[in-house]
């Protein structure tokens, strides 16, 4: 086995929760990895030899962010849409058909060579754990496919069959339903980890709170853990019924009534609210007040959405610099949010922090320190870090 010793970090931010921020940053600090794993760190003056050396030239280093909610594997272009919204058309979850139309004419390899894209745009962007969901399918075949193809990328893998009511069943959704939950489950099942569903009384297109439970629990019956899309287009009962179920996350939480967070606050071990900033900027909603949930001793996660209607950014450093900005949240509040609070959320806990034997998933600043995130804004200023071949 051999080792490599990460040197020159002017601040390597732990995210270990030892000091009273959270971040339990050690300056002059390196890192020795061994075979992927963290197996060292501390003050560079005390650092062990290695077989390897990297010197990063005295920039800040953080766990790679984890990207907990993404829709990464799609054909087709929805910039029209953007554009139209921008102009004043509200997003109600009808483009979704058209990113379905552009994704069942796909050939596997189109498909492939598209997330394959838009991991690499991640992981230059500071990305080492991405959640990737089907949903662009929505046939038996074609949502298996999409879950092997991101099978290809990543062992979060989530069965989002009930998205939306496809156009073919627009006048029959109990028989979609009988789909997703019976031929569809079964065939997505062995290629995914976890279930979600788009549970939104406002949009015709998406799932009632009594679709949503039946979704839910099929999905349990056949060993999945459980995701939900919550509260995005007004308040609705995604949050409370996550809650119930005891979902790993709830997404999106636009819209929040006091009880949502008494609820949220009451599942924090359980329960995370992630929070997609990209969505309200690229949806012109609303931001939730962030800075509140903390308060109120919600746990929060941070994810790009990345998706081709509601947010076609993968870039976590832009949801870091508008969850400061829009949301209320401090630069460190943020950066945990993106990393092991994100990490929560997929019930993980080898990754989004730099301790001894976690993953070395590092993310290098091209600055001194994490605010830099937020106070550069826009500027690309991180980027996973790659390791001598034999340790990744
Ligand atoms: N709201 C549901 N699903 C996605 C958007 C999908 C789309 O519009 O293509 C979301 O998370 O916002
Ligand atoms: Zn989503």
Redesign the pocket.
Known sequence: MSSTVVTGIAELITCDGSTPDGLGIVADAAVVIEDGHVAWLGPASDAPMADHQVDVGGRAVLPGFVDS?S?LVFAGDRGDEFAARMAGTPYDGGGIGVSVDATRTATDDELRSLVAARVAEMRAQGTTTVEI?SGYGLTVEDEARALVIAGEFTSETTFLGAHVVPREYAGDRAAYLELVTGPMLAAAAPHSRWIDVFCEPYSTHAFTEHEARTVLLAGREAGLELRV?GNQLGHGPGVQLAVELEAASV?HCTYLSDADVDALAGAADTTVATLLPGVEFSTRSPYPDAAALLRAGVSIALAT?C?PGTCYSSSMPFVIALAVREMGLTPAEAVLAATVGSAKSLRRSDIGRLVLGARADLTVLDAPSHVHLSYRAGVPIARALDLPVDEV
């Open positions: 909610h829709h969901k899309h997404d959405d998706n």
